[in-house]
Every structure is written in structure tokens, then in C-alpha cells.
């Protein structure tokens, strides 16, 4: 056989096992990751058929702005940074899977500053949590509901239940998976959202003081050119 012949063959079959073996590289990692999806996806099924799902229900006939309400007017319904509200409403699970640590928070003017918070035990699936009075407290004492003194103010806990107001559930499953739900004051909103993930955050003060700011200077705007 001549000896370029033979050379041209043998690059040819070094070229031919190299093709083969990428195929079958491919191949088996194609393999691996279908192995490695339908892994993940049993997971997902199994993580889902555990998954807690916490919201009020309410009565039809307590209209959504009588929900929450304060219970006295001589103060004995707060203490330091606690207040204590009436909820007029039912914590049910609709889920498949045990709900923890599970904090009800109501955040009024959409404010970071004005938020009360109150810790629920845990909510087995198919199972109801009738909340009536619940001590809620300020997530911390930079809050507007409270006096130098770091007092629950007494006015502002009387005015709170009639400022708009959003009430969040948040909540987690057993594998520490985060979970939402919303329920707003305005009637025009929907009542139920849910969502997976931890709360978003309210306004700062910073951001309102830049609304007010901007709403003033929108208002004198208009004055004057009413006046020209």
C-alpha cells in the first residue's frame, strides 16, 4: 500500500472515532440532563404537594373597611410598642402542606413606617385560625406610630383602622420556601393575591416626603395658572 494511502486512511479513521466519540459525549450528557430534569421535576411535584396556602376569609356581610378595628378609647389596648386590634376575619390554609412561621402584618398609607405586625402558630393544611383580638407590635421603634417615648400613640391607634390599609400574611412551607398573600382595604382591588417570595417593602420616608413634595408643587402649580 502506498505510504500517503495509508497516512490519508488513518487520519480519516482518526477523524471518524473522534466524530463518533463527541456524538456519544453528547449524547450521554443529553442523557444526564434529562435524568438531572426529571430529578428536579419529581422534587418540584413532591415540594408542591406540601405547599401551605394561607388567606382571611370573611364574612359577606363585614364590608372590608370594618375589618380591623381598635378596641378601646382609654388606652388599656396598648403598652410600649403593642397594640391590640380587633380582625374580623378567619386564617385559613387551602393548601396541601403545614404552614410556619406565619406573621400577619398590616401596613397602613402604604408606609414602611406605619406597619404593625402579629405572630400566628403554625396553620395545619385544611385548617382555620379564627383571629379576633391579636396583639400586633411596630417591626421596630422607628415607626410613626410611636411617641419620643416609644409609645404606641393613642390617637394614632384610634385613626389607624380608618387609613387605607393593605394586610399581608407571609409565611413558609417545610423545605423554608417563602410565600405571600395580600388583602387590601380598597374595595376596587382584588381581595386575594398571592405570591411566592417575602413582602415588598413599603414607601420609605424619603419617597413620601418626595411625593407630598411633588403633589404641592403640582397643586401651587395649578393655582397659577388659574391665576393668569
Not at 198 to 203: E, L, N, R, S, V
Amino acid at each position: 500500500m502506498d505510504l500517503s494511502l495509508a497516512t490519508l486512511i488513518l487520519a480519516l479513521v482518526t477523524t471518524i472515532a473522534t466524530i463518533v466519540s463527541g456524538v456519544m459525549a453528547y449524547y450521554t450528557r443529553r442523557m444526564a440532563l434529562s435524568a438531572e430534569e426529571e430529578i428536579s421535576l419529581s422534587e418540584s411535584h413532591h415540594m408542591d404537594s406540601v405547599k401551605p396556602i394561607l388567606l382571611l376569609e370573611v364574612s359577606p356581610a363585614i364590608e372590608r373597611s370594618d375589618i380591623i378595628s381598635s378596641l378601646s378609647i382609654d388606652g388599656s389596648a396598648i403598652n410600649n410598642n403593642f397594640a391590640t386590634y380587633s380582625v374580623a376575619a378567619k386564617l385559613i390554609n387551602v393548601g396541601t402542606g403545614v404552614a410556619l412561621d406565619i406573621t400577619l402584618l398590616v401596613r397602613f398609607e402604604n408606609s414602611s413606617r406605619k406597619e404593625i405586625k402579629a405572630d400566628i402558630p403554625p396553620v395545619n393544611a385544611n385548617c382555620d385560625s379564627v383571629l379576633r383580638s391579636l396583639k400586633f407590635h411596630t417591626p421596630n421603634f422607628d415607626s410613626d406610630f410611636l411617641d419620643a417615648s416609644n409609645q404606641f400613640k393613642p390617637g394614632e391607634y384610634q385613626s389607624a383602622p380608618g387609613q387605607s390599609w393593605v394586610i399581608y400574611i407571609s409565611y413558609k412551607d417545610i423545605y423554608g420556601r417563602s410565600f405571600y398573600t395580600k388583602h387590601p382595604k380598597n374595595s376596587q382591588e382584588r381581595w386575594t393575591t398571592i405570591r411566592v417570595g417575602k413582602i415588598p417593602p413599603g414607601k420609605s420616608k424619603k419617597e413620601i416626603e418626595n411625593e407630598l413634595k411633588l403633589a404641592k408643587d403640582l397643586s401651587l402649580s395649578t393655582i397659577d395658572g388659574t391665576h393668569e
